[in-house]
Each structure stands twice: as structure tokens, then as C-alpha cells.
């Protein structure tokens, strides 16, 4: 029992590496990488703590295609050291995002690079045996997305891996023009562990997994705004939701920021004195909010798409 | 006074029954009828046990009576003291309180589970005298001869006024403790989530039961038979892929056991894939002695599966079953009712095959979970994991397998049961499986118990699979062929490596080893897509949502 094309389009996102979400994500062999594992740009403080490097340091960056139209990508490898930004791993994403700028701008004569860069996020946040090096790397990292943006160029989040994205990866989302999320994946700053590590269990139970992807998971990100499409948990559901988002992105703008600015202010307003997820889907007009723990992608799509909060024109 | 004709007088025949009316007077200045407050549940058990007691505070690998137990290492070890405990799990760390704080010194056990390294530190530091671990069965056999509790802390869903119980699909050990503890004049006290007026059925007879006290939080219940489908490796894929042609097909096994491993639950979710692209449906894994696993639920909705009878229940799964009454035990409520005691009988004479994981086995075959300074004792597999002696009906399985190991005398065969041990050649961390010494013998040796622990003696086991290979011991004719067999199968660990290459090539020439291409078996070809689920959410589409899942299993 091979596995065949039909398979693969179906294979679980959040089960995936980063390689096989590149896979299955792009057109069919269009991906070319830069800086590929051959060329072992890798770690230089790893084997400081006894910790094995990775020839591509948990990132993969290139370019390729998708639905035919270029795109340029980085995806992180959740994997490895919990697909934390290091001080390599972050700066090839800052100069994959630079060389996009640098190319909208007509600045680097490099000017045939895509106008699109795709941000598959699978992290915890900063690498910390690379503290200082990892702070720096996810405020490049959020600089670059802005610089990028306001040339003209689209940065879209992917989240749906199993680290989520939280801490500089939960930041950076937010400065992107789109988010796509899945079920499964999960956005935030403080991770659950850390918040019941610094607010108590009763704050918030990281061992409830429940409870964590009620509040940080997909769902509730995508009804509360916090992600703009919700894709199946398949590369088939990534590719047709990163397709659709990169179809309408909003323009980096004054208009656009005072829009995002009026949609937190609003949600803070609104949602602010809920205790958990179900209270919020209820304020949000939801008929029958406990049902959208278990309902199916369409269900939910459905739902979803027809909220005000989650549709707008901001980010 | 009343004597009988050798001069006995009538009082000495009934000392137990005096006892407990003195104990159920002193229990009952804190009771209404049976009803005991919460706060009062120190009080009570301080009131009705004796020092030096036998006492049960029920508990397995599953329901826990866990506020009672919590209740009991309140006590004050001047008038409580010196227990000896009798129970089937040390799981709770109040279990361990109570050696602690010498309310408690003796233990007769047969599980503990997370708690197996503080069992083993307890063990060293003398604060436990134990008399033995033992299969649940086998402790519960004790409970009716030697070993009956005077005193038995059970745990349910709900009672009534009049102290009957419903336990709904956990009612596991229950009946058992129950009946052995109040039919010998003993005190039974029970810890329900919720007092009702009229119950849904009554598991336990509320004459058996002498106090009841409503616990502030329900009963804890560990969900130990999930296993998330996302942590099925290739591997145990290939693994499961060889037990199913190698063995469910070739024997042809309907009756079964699994244990609770990731490699079991593999072959639970090849069934409506592989399996049935191999044409097994109907042929094989048919009827079942099992805890409701949820990797079963593929192949209950495609028709795999006729019949289950469990041990015990597992969280999430309630609704499943009593919308599923043809396959599960169910009671005239609707709900699932298991019963460790029979099921455990059922697993013991009524199945063809058992197959489970280890950490460890040797060159004879000797499998023990024992490793380094962790007792976590045997649960039931044993029981499974044996060849019953006293069977005497036959099958197909049972009868081939007993011609494979017998060489003569074919007037006379006698069946066996397939034994089997899926494992991979190397665990986690790259310990290997395969070891010359089982750990649990150096451990026996530093803390001084009279038998080592063994899971599954290598006499019992019939087969061995790993990504190796399977290993049929039943074909083998001498001492140093089985050695040959096991080490033929054990791939690069120390004892792989010692074989004997020429007579390994002999074995597979026999068919004592089965190599996967043997089996018709590709390596390459194996993929997680195989798996009938890939998630624990996919079981739960499944079921069509009426399994839900643990919050630890949610990752939605």
C-alpha cells in the first residue's frame, strides 16, 4: 500500500516535518531551497550544551510555486528543538524577507522574486540556549514582515503544526497580512506551561489539552479573529486556504492599521470579561457554543464565515 | 450458656459477626441511616477499623476510591495502625501515606503503575513488608481463603438511600471485594459521586454496603487503554502488519486478548485497512476480552467486530457503548457493565490468543516491565499471557498450535494458547529489549523478595515479533534452539548479535523464523496512512462523535 498522490494531499499538516509540508503545500516540483542541508549553515552554539545541530538549523527557504504563481516560503521545523528561532535559523528568515523587500522595492536588481512569502510557523518561540541571538532574530524577523508589507509584498502565517506558534512565532503572525489556521494549530504569545508555571494551575491547566485548544486553538483564534481562513488539517486544506487568502490581501496602509486598531479595541470591549472560550462564542452570537468543540471543518466553515468578528478588512 | 457437644460454647461461632456489630455501632454516631457527611469520612473509618485490619481500598488501573483513600491517610496512626492492605492497585499517592505514617506496614498487591517507583523505594526503606504481587485474579481468589479484608472502601457513580450502588460501565473489581468482604462479616463503605432517589441499575445490593459517603469530586479514573493514533510509528506498523499475517491469518485466531501497547493498538487500526485487503474480515478478531479500546472503534464500525466483554470501562467511551448494545455487555439501563473478575476468567479460558508489549526479555523468553528500580507490578496480563491448563475445549487455534509444539503422541496433543510479544528490537532511548538478564532479577536480589517478578514466562510464550522477524517457539525442539530463535529475531542489540548465523539460516529454513519478507512483507511499502485512524479526533469522527475523548487526548 504505496503512498500514492490522493494520500499525500490528505496526509495530516500537524503530523507533518516542514519538508513534507513544503510537499505537499507548492506545485508539484517547483520548490527550489536556499541554503538546503548541504550546505550545513547550521548552529554554532548547539555543541556548546551537547545538543546535535541540524544541517538547515530547523528551517527550510526557498521558492516555488503555487496554484502557478511564484511564491517564496520559509517553514519551520517544529521538530527540532521545538522549531525555535536561533540566531540562523531566524536570520533566514530575515533575509528571505529582505530579499522580498528588496525586490518589491526594485532596490537588489533581484527584481523577478515573488511578490508572496508564505510563513510556515511550527514554533515555541525563541531558542533558549541562543537567548539574546533568538530575542534579536524574532524582532528582525517582525521588522522585515513590516519592510516587506509596505513594499508591497504579502506575508501570509501557515499555523498547524505541532508546536503551534508562540512567543516570537505568536508575534510574528501578527505582524503578517493573512493567517491561515487549522484545527489543530494554536497561536499565543505565553504558551499554556508558561502562564501555569507564573499564574498557578487554577489560571490555567496546560495539562487540560482541551482547555488549552478551546483558548489558543484554531478554532477559537479564527472565530475571535485572530486568524483570517481555517484550513482542514491536510496539505490539500492548506494549499486551497493559502490560494484563497493570497487572492485578497489587504494593503499595508494607514487605513488598514487604524482598521486593526479599532477591530482589537473592539474585541478587547466585547470579549474582555470572559472567563473561557464557550463565553466568548456565546457573546459572539454562536447558537449552541459547546457544539463548536466537535463540529466537522464544514460546520464550522460555515459558522465561521458568516461571523462579523472574524471578517475584516484589518491586519 | 449454649454449648455444642464437644463443649464449644455458642459465642465462639460467631466472634466475626460480634465484631462487626461493635464496629457498625461505633460507625454509626457519624451516620444518618448509612449516609456519612464528607467531613466525617476520618471519623468513621477511625471508628470501624482495628488495628492490624485487612482493609481494601478499591482501586485498579482504572476507578479509584480515592476520596476514602485520601480520608483513611487523615488518620490518626495512634488508633489506626499496622493495615494490612489488600488491594489491587498502589496508585494513589495516599496509598503510600499510609506506610508512611504506619498506619499501614503489610501489602499484598497486584498493580501500581506510575506509583512503581515509590513502590520500589518504599520496598528498600522497609516501610512496606510485602507479602506478594499477584494478578488480579489471583489476589482476588485470595480475598475468598486467606487474605479477606475486614474492612473494603469501594467506590461508585451513585447510590440510593438504602446503600444499593450503580457503577455504570467501571464496575471492575466491585463485586468481587464486595462480596468477599460482606459475606465474612465485614464492614463495607462506599464513596459515591451522587446519592439518587431510584438508580439506573443496581451493580452492588445495597445489604452488602454499610456506610456511604458522597465524595466532593467524582471518583478519579485513569484513561490508561487510549492510545493516540498520531504516535503509531511505522514500525509498529510493520510489526502489527507481520502479527496479522504472520499469525491472527495463519491460526486464524477469532477469540483474543490485546494488551494495552501502541503495537496492539497498531493492529486494531490495520484491521479495516490491511486486514481486510488481506480478506480477513469474518475470519479473524471476532470476539473479544478487552477494556473498550478506543482503537477498536474502526474496526467495530466496519463490521469487524461480533462481541466484547471488559474488564473495566475507559473514559469517553459511555456513550459509544450504549449506543453499540449488540457488540458491548450492557445492562437493562442501556449502560456498559464490565467485571474484571469474569472478564478476567473469559481473557484466561475462553480466548485463542494473547498479544501484549514488554520492556524486556531474555534468551528463554522471560518477559518482565520490571526495569531498574520501578515495581509496576503485573495486572492481569499474566493471566492472559499464560497457557491455561485446566482448558479442555477445543479450537483451531488452540489445536494447531498444539501440534506445532508437540512431536509425537498425535492421539494424545493438546492444545496451547498463543502467547505472543510484540516488540521492537530497541525501545526509547535505544535500550535494547532483548537483554541476557532480565532486570527484574537484580532487583529481586536488592530488595530480597523470595520470586522475581515475571510478566510472562518464556514456557507460556508461543511467538515473538519484532521488525525483525517473528520467532515461533513452539517449533522449536531444544533449549539452544529457542535461544537461536529469539537471538535469530533480536536484530543489532548485544544478544542479536551473538547468534549463530548458520543455524538462524537453518531456523528460517523451518519456518522458526519468518523474516517480514517471508511474510510477503515490503519494509519500504509500510506508511502511516495505512492506519485506518490517524487521530485520536478521527476516532471520534468515527464513532460519529459519541466517543468523547479524555481533555488530555484533545488536541481541538
Not at chain 2, 507479602?131 to 473494603?152: K, N, Q, S
Amino acid at each position: 500500500m504505496m503512498e500514492d498522490t490522493a494520500t499525500r494531499a490528505q496526509a495530516s499538516w500537524f503530523q507533518a516535518t516542514a519538508r513534507q509540508r513544503i510537499d505537499g503545500l507548492l506545485d508539484p516540483g517547483s520548490f527550489t531551497e536556499f541554503l538546503g542541508p548541504a550546505e550545513r549553515v547550521q548552529s554554532p552554539h548547539l555543541a556548546l550544551f551537547d545538543l546535535p545541530a541540524a544541517f538547515d538549523d530547523g528551517v527550510v527557504i526557498g521558492r516555488g510555486t503555487l496554484d502557478g504563481k511564484g511564491v517564496l516560503l520559509a517553514a519551520q521545523e517544529g521538530q527540532f528543538m521545538g522549531g525555535t528561532f536561533g540566531e540562523v535559523s531566524g536570520a533566514k528568515i530575515v533575509g528571505l524577507l529582505r530579499a522580498a523587500r528588496d525586490a518589491a522595492g526594485g532596490g537588489n536588481g533581484k527584481d523577478d522574486l515573488p511578490r508572496a512569502v508564505l510563513l510556515l510557523l511550527d514554533s515555541g518561540g525563541v531558542r533558549l540556549q541562543e537567548a539574546n541571538a533568538g530575542e534579536l532574530a524574532v524582532a528582525e524577523v517582525m521588522r522585515a514582515v513590516v519592510e516587506a508589507r509596505s513594499n508591497g509584498v504579502a506575508v501570509v502565517a501557515l499555523v498547524g503544526g505541532k508546536s503551534g506558534a508562540f512567543g516570537g512565532a505568536g508575534l510574528t503572525a501578527a505582524t503578517c497580512s493573512r493567517i491561515v489556521v487549522s484545527e489543530e494549530g494554536r497561536i499565543g504569545v505565553s504558551g499554556p506551561e508558561v502562564i501555569e508555571t507564573n499564574k498557578g494551575v487554577e489560571e490555567f491547566d496546560a495539562a487540560n489539552k482541551a482547555l488549552v485548544w478551546s483558548v489558543v486553538g484554531g478554532k477559537n483564534r479564527r472565530l475571535i479573529g485572530g486568524a483570517d481562513a481555517f484550513a482542514a488539517d491536510t496539505m490539500s486544506g492548506f494549499r486551497e486556504a493559502a490560494i484563497a487568502v493570497l487572492g485578497k490581501v489587504p494593503p499595508f496602509d494607514l487605513k488598514t492599521l487604524k482598521a486593526e486598531q479599532a477591530r482589537l479595541a473592539g474585541r478587547h470591549s466585547k470579549l474582555g470579561g470572559c472567563d473561557d472560550a464557550v463565553g466568548m462564542w456565546k457573546v459572539l452570537g454562536i447558537k449552541n457554543p459547546p457544539a463548536v468543540r466537535d463540529m466537522d471543518e464544514d460546520a464550522f466553515t460555515g459558522i465561521a464565515d458568516r461571523l462579523k468578528e472574524a471578517n475584516h478588512d484589518a491586519r | 450458656m449454649d454449648t455444642n457437644q464437644h463443649g464449644v460454647p455458642a459465642t465462639a461461632w460467631r466472634k466475626e459477626k460480634d465484631a462487626r456489630g461493635e464496629r457498625l455501632e461505633a460507625g454509626g454516631k457519624f451516620a444518618r441511616g448509612k449516609m456519612v457527611k464528607p467531613g466525617d469520612a476520618t471519623a468513621l473509618l477511625e471508628a470501624i477499623i482495628r488495628p492490624g485490619d485487612r482493609l481494601c481500598m478499591e482501586g485498579d488501573n482504572q476507578k479509584q476510591a480515592d476520596f476514602l483513600a485520601g480520608a483513611l491517610a487523615q488518620a490518626d496512626p495512634k488508633t489506626v495502625h499496622d493495615l494490612h492492605i489488600v488491594q489491587s492497585g498502589i496508585v494513589l499517592p495516599e496509598h503510600l501515606d499510609l506506610f508512611e505514617k504506619g498506619i499501614a506496614t503489610k501489602l499484598d498487591y497486584s498493580y501500581s503503575g506510575t506509583q512503581g517507583g515509590a513502590v520500589a523505594r518504599a520496598l528498600n526503606s522497609g516501610k512496606v513488608q510485602l507479602g506478594a504481587i499477584h494478578t488480579y485474579i489471583e489476589l482476588f481468589a485470595r480475598y475468598f481463603v486467606d487474605l479477606t479484608p475486614h474492612v473494603a472502601l469501594t467506590v461508585a457513580r451513585a447510590a440510593d438511600r438504602e446503600g444499593n450502588l450503580y457503577m455504570g460501565p467501571n464496575t471492575e473489581d466491585s463485586p468481587a471485594v464486595v462480596e468477599a468482604t460482606a459475606f465474612k462479616q465485614g464492614i463495607v463503605v462506599a464513596q459515591v459521586n451522587e446519592v439518587v432517589d431510584k438508580l439506573p441499575r443496581v451493580d452492588v445490593p445495597g445489604d452488602r454496603i454499610d456506610f456511604v459517603v458522597q465524595s466532593p469530586k467524582p471518583f478519579y479514573v485513569e484513561p490508561l487503554f487510549t492510545r493516540d493514533p498520531a504516535q503509531v510509528t511505522e514500525t509498529m506498523i510493520l510489526t502489527a502488519m507481520m502479527a496479522i499475517k504472520g499469525i491472527y491469518a495463519e491460526y486464524g485466531v477469532k477469540r483474543l486478548n490485546h494488551g494495552i501497547g501502541f503495537n496492539t493498538a497498531a493492529i486494531e487500526l490495520l484491521l479495516p485497512t490491511y486486514a481486510d485487503k488481506l480478506g480477513l474480515k469474518g475470519s479473524i478478531c471476532t470476539h473479544w476480552a478487552l477494556n473498550p479500546h478506543p482503537t477498536l472503534i474502526p474496526a467495530i464500525e466496519s463490521g469487524w467486530v461480533e462481541q466484547i466483554h471488559s474488564f473495566g470501562s475507559e473514559v469517553g467511551m459511555d456513550e459509544y457503548m450504549r449506543a453499540r448494545p449488540d457488540i458491548y455487555f450492557n445492562g437493562r439501563d442501556g449502560s456498559m457493565g464490565s467485571n474484571r473478575m469474569y472478564c478476567q476468567v473469559a481473557g484466561l479460558y475462553a480466548t485463542d490468543l494473547f498479544i501484549g508489549s514488554t520492556l524486556q526479555i531474555d534468551l528463554q523468553g522471560n518477559s518482565s516491565t520490571i526495569t531498574q528500580d520501578r515495581i509496576a507490578g503485573f495486572g492481569g496480563a499474566p493471566n492472559m499471557g499464560c497457557d491455561a491448563h485446566g482448558r479442555r475445549h477445543p479450537s483451531d487455534p488452540w489445536l494447531k498450535a498444539g501440534r506445532e509444539a508437540s512431536d509425537g503422541h498425535p492421539a494424545l496433543v493438546r492444545g496451547r494458547k498463543l502467547v505472543v510479544q510484540i516488540i521492537e528490537t530497541f525501545s526509547e532511548k535505544m535500550v535494547p529489549t532483548f537483554v541476557e538478564k532480565l532486570d527484574s532479577l537484580n532487583l529481586a536480589e536488592k530488595l530480597k523478595l523470595e520470586l522475581a517478578p515475571v510478566m510472562i514466562y518464556g514456557d507460556d510464550v508461543t511467538h515473538i515479533v519484532s521488525e525483525d522477524g517473528i520467532a515461533n517457539l513452539l517449533l522449536c525442539r531444544t533449549a539452544e534452539e529457542r535461544e537461536q530463535a529469539i537471538r535469530g529475531i533480536a536484530g543489532f542489540t548485544e544478544v542479536g548479535r551473538g547468534r549463530d548465523r548458520k543455524m538462524v539460516e537453518r531456523l528460517r529454513e523451518r519456518k522458526v523464523i519468518r523474516r517480514p519478507e517471508d511474510l510477503g512483507i515490503n519494509p519500504l511499502d509500510v506508511h502511516r496512512s495505512m492506519l485506518a485512524a490517524q487521530s485520536v479526533k478521527d476516532l471520534m469522527r468515527w464513532s460519529g462523535n459519541l466517543y468523547d475523548p479524555p481533555a488530555k487526548f484533545r488536541n481541538w
